[in-house]
């Protein structure tokens, strides 16, 4: 079974540009996790989907950030404009619904490096 | 709001000696538990979790948790390490039935030959 896919995997870009990361759930699973990783501040929730809808954004950063999911297959986070404090790693991630089937599966991580 | 606390950073264990990783959990309701393995340039890995069924949960590579409702915490542990255990480890909550996982801080586990 395909996981969570994320893309791009690496990405350097010059502060002021505007970045894209991209997210496929796992078929299937109706919520969908934006977190981002850092050494300082840990692994932080974002945002997060249920059915394509934006459940909860209090944890996007600025209104720099934005994220949309326009289908069940694909979710987008993007960074406009981009400041090397944005420099992270983004993960993607994707559940079923609360219950015992509930557990978050990741993707690889997007690595953004602003300069 | 539900929240972990994981103790300790980084924790230094010898190959072939007893793991144990701590978290310490605050849920206002019945929680479901979860702890993560971060390898290298890797994403998240589910090691084991709890969800109000027995209080021991098994994981994968020889993990194992207990749930302590009296102590509030959900300690991973392993009776031997092994120099592949190297990597991040995270504990987790969320309320059950409630839709967000919130994670601790991460601990850093070190394998010394």
């Known amino acids: 079974?395909?996981?969570?896919?994320?893309?791009?995997?690496?990405?350097?870009?010059?502060?002021?540009?505007?970045?894209?990361?991209?997210?496929?759930?796992?078929?299937?699973?109706?919520?969908?996790?934006?977190?981002?990783?850092?050494?300082m501040r840990g692994l932080e929730l974002l945002i997060y989907f249920n059915n394509n809808v934006p459940i909860d954004d209090s944890g996007m950063p600025e209104d720099r950030f934005s994220a949309k999911m326009p289908?069940?297959?694909?979710?987008?986070?993007?960074?406009?404009?981009?400041?090397?404090?944005?420099s992270a790693v983004y993960f993607c991630a994707s559940s079923f619904p609360p219950g015992q089937r509930h557990t978050i599966y990741f993707g690889e991580g997007s690595w953004l490096t602003v300069v | 709001a539900q929240s972990v606390t994981q103790l300790g950073s980084h924790v230094s264990v010898s190959e072939g000696a007893l793991v144990l990783l701590r978290c310490n959990y605050s849920s206002s309701v019945p929680p479901y538990l979860f702890?993560?393995?971060?390898?290298?340039?890797?994403?998240?890995?589910l090691l084991l979790k709890y969800t109000s069924a027995?209080?021991?949960?098994?994981?994968?590579?020889?993990?194992?948790?207990?749930f302590k409702k009296s102590e509030t915490s959900f300690h991973l542990t392993k009776p031997s390490a092994h120099m592949s255990d190297a990597a991040e480890y995270f504990c987790a909550v969320s309320d059950s039935g409630y839709d967000k996982i919130i994670f601790g801080k991460g601990t850093r586990l070190h394998i010394l030959p």
């Open chain 1, 1 to 39: 079974d395909a996981g969570v896919i994320q893309s791009p995997r690496h990405e350097v870009t010059e502060m002021g540009q505007e970045v894209t990361l991209r997210c496929k759930p796992i078929s299937g699973h109706d919520y969908l996790f934006w977190y981002r990783q850092t050494m």
């Open chain 1, 71 to 86: 289908n069940a297959s694909f979710s987008t986070l993007k960074i406009q404009p981009s400041e090397p404090r944005d």
């Open chain 2, 35 to 45: 702890w993560y393995v971060q390898y290298p340039n890797q994403g998240l890995q």
């Open chain 2, 54 to 66: 027995a209080t021991l949960v098994k994981g994968i590579n020889g993990f194992e948790a207990e």
